[in-house]
């Protein structure tokens, strides 16, 4: 699930502390969808018609460094079906997507995540832009609220997988 492209020196961790910290490659495809191209060579004019303009884009998400990751840097495909699934590699990158969103929401406020996230901020939009300082800006967040949700679900889920589901219980059965 996590290529070496998301570790320092295309190397896995083992331990997976340093999944996505190769962000570098991560900020370039950001960069480049939200700037243009030619954003990659020199510094982007803000014009109009980008489409960090025509999104209002102000700073990197889970969801966009989770899109970059899983669909530019690991595509060998050219074409994506509705499915979600590649076509000539068969990945399955709309399960990868929400894997790494997932895993980027519920670690959000973690010190290394917000160091790669204003290092792809930085390069992306230029300035000191961190998490922090756009959060006061009108962002809310809502990682407690999403981790609070997630934990409640977990908990529901792995005690409903416990019991049997009602219908098949002796008790629910009509003689």
């Known amino acids: 699930i996590f290529p070496p492209l998301l570790f320092p020196g295309l190397q896995e961790d083992a331990t997976l502390k340093t999944v996505f910290s190769n962000w570098t490659l991560v900020a370039k495809i950001l960069r480049a969808s939200l700037h243009g191209v030619t954003s990659l060579h020199q510094e982007p004019c803000g014009r109009s018609k980008t489409n960090t303009c025509k999104w209002s884009f102000q700073q990197v998400t889970p969801g966009s460094i989770a899109w970059a990751a899983a669909i530019f840097l690991l595509?060998?495909?050219?074409?994506?079906?509705?499915?979600?699934?590649?076509?000539?590699?068969?990945?399955?990158?709309?399960?990868?997507?929400?894997?790494?969103?997932?895993?980027?929401?519920?670690?959000?406020?973690?010190?290394?995540?917000?160091?790669?996230v204003t290092n792809i901020?930085?390069?992306?939009?230029?300035?000191?832009?961190?998490?922090?300082?756009?959060?006061?800006?009108?962002?809310?967040?809502?990682?407690?609220?999403?981790?609070?949700?997630?934990?409640?679900?977990?908990?529901?889920?792995?005690?409903?997988?416990?019991?049997?589901?009602?219908?098949?219980?002796?008790?629910?059965?009509?003689?």
């Open 121 to 175: 901020n930085n390069h992306v939009f230029g300035g000191a832009k961190s998490p922090s300082t756009l959060e006061s800006a009108g962002t809310e967040d809502f990682s407690d609220e999403i981790n609070r949700a997630m934990l409640a679900l977990d908990m529901e889920t792995d005690s409903k997988e416990d019991a049997p589901p009602r219908s098949l219980t002796p008790s629910a059965v009509q003689v």
């Open 75 to 116: 595509s060998p495909d050219t074409e994506f079906p509705g499915s979600g699934v590649g076509k000539s590699s068969t990945l399955n990158y709309k399960d990868l997507f929400f894997q790494y969103k997932k895993l980027l929401i519920a670690k959000w406020g973690m010190k290394q995540i917000k160091t790669i």
